[in-house]
Structure formats: C-alpha cells, structure tokens
C-alpha cells in the first residue's frame, strides 16, 4: 500500500514561517494527489492544501490559510512541501499528510502519523 511520513514540524513564533515536507512511498506506479490536513484540539480535521496528480491540475486550498500557505511537488516524486509563512495562533494544529484512494484499488484513503505545528510568542 502506501506509507506517508511528514516532518518539519515545530514551534514558532506569530508572523513566522515553516516548511514542512511529506514522502509517499510503498506500492506506487504513478503521481499521486497529496495534501494536507490538519486538526486542532476540539476541532474538526480541516482541509489545508491539496495537489493534484494530473499534470495540469491546480492546487485547492481552504480558506484559512490562502495567501499564506503553498503547496508544492519535488518534480515527479511522490513528495510535497507545505511553505506556510505569516503563521498565527489559530494554525496550531497537528499536521498530516494525507494521500486519497486510487480509482479501481480496495484500499482506503492514507494518512500519516502527523506532525505538531505549534504558533505562540
């Protein structure tokens, strides 16, 4: 199947920035869409970023985080980054890395372990 691991994660203070990163690897033969979630403490796991698989396919991202927040894809790997910049208290949350099934597979959407994103002063 396949195995997400995400890292970057940390503490960091209002108005700065961080970059975190995740690597899909296991049984894949092609692009895979990527993206990202997140969720805070007594909230719902909200939608950050998604890239999708096709070459010509443009990025989503919630409300929240346009304009301060980019996803991006390391050529044809199966890796992406998240550039978060101008990053307040409400973006702290545990991020995961986040992988949809594949059409016509039995498997189920995969996940990563997450990665604790903490703004404070």
């Known amino acids: 199947q396949v195995q997400l691991v995400e890292s970057g994660g940390g503490l960091v203070q209002p108005g700065g920035s961080l970059r975190l990163s995740c690597a899909a690897s296991?049984?894949?033969?092609?692009?895979?869409?990527m993206g990202w979630y997140r969720q805070a403490p007594g909230k719902q796991r909200e939608l950050v970023a998604i890239i999708p698989s096709a070459s010509d396919g443009t990025p989503s991202y919630g409300d929240s985080v346009k304009g301060r927040f980019t996803i991006s894809r390391d050529g044809t790997k199966n890796t992406i980054d998240l550039q978060m910049n101008n990053l307040q208290p409400e973006d702290t949350a545990v991020y995961y890395c986040?992988?949809?099934?594949?059409?016509?597979?039995?498997?189920?959407?995969?996940w990563g372990q997450g990665t604790q994103v903490t703004v404070s002063a």
């Open positions: 986040y992988v949809p099934r594949r059409r016509g597979r039995s498997e189920p959407n995969y």
């Open positions: 296991g049984s894949i033969f092609s692009i895979l869409t």
